[in-house]
């Protein structure tokens, strides 16, 4: 005999007989024993929905993630412990799953102590008598993940803000070439709003600016390329800080550029994109070149002045050459023979003239008028004469005027120009004729 039928018959020996429907009977409840103790302990909460929504059964496991009885929820409509800002998607995507047969999508419930808790809820229709019958739905809390989603994205929001605030030209764009970032200030400057910009690549970026594709600053951050630097003449403050003035065209007109990029990091120090500034510094270029053209112009107007001051001293010095030279052979000689001519009276008249022209052809009048501006010319007569060695009385007479006034005029000369009493005034006077 066969070995399978020689178990074959002895499981029939041991075994009792049994009915059919007895052993289906006993087969149903295992099943349904089966069933209960998985539902029961299941993590994730799963429940049946008719076709308007409402709990017909739901697992235990919700008490440990929204804090209510499965008692408390059936027979309630699956909105009521949603979050009213997503009630109407949740109709939408029950609509969408019983048309459909199957929709995934997260909302807000409601905990039993009154905060929000993210659920993602994947629902499967139920077929019945060959139709819809409803909703199997299995929920799993997703809180933690769409807590650090939320924070990333209002940490994606601060930094665009902090982008658009920038008042120089803005951009940033990701590994792969993309623009990431186009702020207020270089749709201002290019006249490309974000809304055209944002997710483009293959240096799209570029075009506003030249009017074709190619690398720019900003690329050879993520990717060096010292011939492209050298064409650019890009300078590198640190290893990975770029900057560079470059010359492009901006709505049809020419334009200098400053520009600045640096690599962009995330959390874990790891390069994700770049950032560039961009300014517009063509107005501080014109305004530069005009200035060293005036620099220019003022320094070659210096140069022609000093040429026309040396020659006017030349020309000065050659007309008081030319003065001394007539005073000497024209006039002293003449002085000279009249002294020989006239009385004792005349002959100090002579000597004054004299005296005074020499004066005209020394540096003495011309240096005590110069430093001493407040001498009145009586003042400067008087002090030409005491240079000469003439006495008071001779003075007085010289002058025409009384002793006690030529008295007067020594004291004012004095204090005009600041002589002590022990200092003697005909010596400070005659030095005034040294050259």
């Not at 929820?73 to 109407?88: L, S």
């Not at 190619?214 to 800080?241: C, M, N, Q, Y």
């Not at 004054?352 to 430093?371: C, G, M, Q, W």
Request: include cysteine; hydrophobic fraction near 35%; charged fraction near 30%.
């Amino acid at each position: 005999m066969p070995h399978a039928a020689v178990m074959k018959k002895q499981i029939q020996k041991k075994t009792p007989s049994q009915s059919p429907c007895r052993r289906t009977a006993d087969r149903g409840a295992t099943a349904a024993a089966l069933q209960k103790v998985i539902f029961d302990n299941m993590v994730d909460i799963v429940a049946l929905l008719d076709r308007d929504g409402i709990f017909q059964y739901v697992t235990p496991s919700i008490k440990g993630i929204l804090g209510y009885d499965a008692d408390h929820i059936v027979g309630r409509e699956v909105t009521d412990h949603v979050h009213p800002k997503d009630r109407k998607r949740m109709k939408a995507s029950f609509a969408e799953a019983l048309k459909t047969g199957q929709q995934g999508e997260s909302f807000r419930f409601r905990h039993a102590d009154g905060r929000y808790v993210w659920l993602y809820c994947s629902g499967k229709t139920v077929r019945e008598n060959g139709g819809n019958g409803g909703l199997v739905v299995g929920c799993r809390d997703v809180t933690a993940g769409k807590q650090a989603e939320v924070a990333l994205r209002e940490s994606e929001h601060r930094w665009m803000d902090v982008i658009d605030f920038l008042p120089d030209a803005t951009l940033a764009i990701d590994l792969d070439g993309k623009v990431i970032a186009w702020n207020r200030a270089i749709e201002e400057m290019t006249g490309v709003p974000a809304s055209e910009m944002m997710g483009q690549g293959n240096y799209s970026y570029v075009v506003p600016f030249c009017g074709n594709r190619r690398p720019i600053l900003i690329d050879f951050v993520l990717a060096p390329d010292a011939r492209g630097e050298r064409e650019f003449s890009v300078v590198r403050e640190h290893k990975t800080l770029l900057r560079m003035e470059w010359v492009g065209r901006l709505k049809g007109k020419k334009v200098c550029l400053w520009c600045k990029a640096s690599p962009l990091y995330d959390s874990d120090g790891n390069v994700v994109g770049a950032l560039e500034s961009i300014r517009d510094i063509t107005e501080l270029r014109r305004k530069e070149k005009e200035l060293e053209i005036k620099a220019g112009e003022l320094q070659d107007l210096n140069t022609a002045l000093r040429v026309l001051l040396k020659q006017r001293d030349g020309d000065r010095g050659e007309m008081e050459d030319k003065i001394l030279a007539n005073i000497k052979q024209l006039v002293l000689p003449y002085l000279e023979k009249l002294q020989n001519q006239t009385g004792e009276r005349g002959r100090s008249y002579l000597k004054v003239v004299e005296s005074n022209l020499r004066d005209i052809i020394s540096p003495f009048a011309h240096k005590l008028t110069v430093n001493h501006l407040d001498l009145t010319n009586k003042e400067i007569q008087v002090a030409s004469l005491i240079r000469e060695g003439k006495t008071t009385k001779e003075i007085s007479e010289i002058v025409n005027v009384s002793e006690n006034a030529v008295n007067v005029y020594r004291h004012h000369i004095r204090k005009k120009i600041g002589l002590s009493k022990t200092q003697n005034l005909r010596s400070f006077l005659a030095s005034y004729g040294e050259s």
